[in-house]
């Protein structure tokens, strides 16, 4: 894949799961990372995981909610590499309650990650991208559940189905400046997250009842595809959100789940 060697990539909640897959995806393409979550911890044993494959990568502790702080992760970046190439938006968080219980500050808190935090990362490493003068690529990372819908996650619905325009949005603004802006929508992929809803066999099956492809994601699936929005392969390509889902969003009914696809649970 062309386009990532010498790159400079900077990706929000990227120690763990599909950022840490991010990284890891873009660094073996080539690319210098500086993986980005409010976990100091967790950022460390993600850069010594990426470090051991031979990637070059620095870390920074950030809450994407607060733009000081977004700032400052994009000067670190710049200070330790040199420039900005690539941003990948991709911290997110989940708060489920049924609707009528949802409350003012589960609503709030998932909106302010989710939705605010990507326009804090999108905005200022766009003005970073922009004052280097060569363009760049950003990356929303988005979710089914921004076209479909979960009762139980409104707040996290409407964060992604917010994700998908302002990605438009970017896109339309963003191209006088060589910027392009597309977003990645995973089905269900395998991080913790979905090991803890899919502890057991029925709640496996009911969540492969809904993917054709009778498996969950791997996030290096995502990674990948993030990976091809990076780089020079998707050079005209802006505006768009991209489903990696096994399949879902095609499927107007359930498929059956034969015993195997079970295998390990």
Known sequence: ???LVGRVAFITGGAKGIGLACAQALGRGGARVVIADVSADDLKSAERDLGAEGIECASAVCDVGDRTQVEAAVDFTVKTFGKLDVAVANAGIV????FLDLTDADWDAVIRVNLTGVFLTGQVA????????HGGSIVNISSVNGVMAIPTIANYNASKGGVNNLTRAMALSLAPHAIRVNAVGPGSIMTDVLRQVVADKAAMAKVLSRTPMLRAGDPIEIGNVVKFFASDDSSYIT????YADGGRMALNYTVPVPEEALEGL
């Not at 766009?126 to 003068?133: D, H, L, P, T, V």
């Not at 505006?239 to 991209?242: E, N, P, S, V, Y």
Request: aromatic residues 0%.
């Open 1 to 3: 894949m062309s386009g």
């Open 95 to 98: 708060r489920a309650a049924d």
């Open 126 to 133: 766009a003005r970073q991208m922009k004052a280097q003068g």
């Open 239 to 242: 505006g768009q959100i991209l």
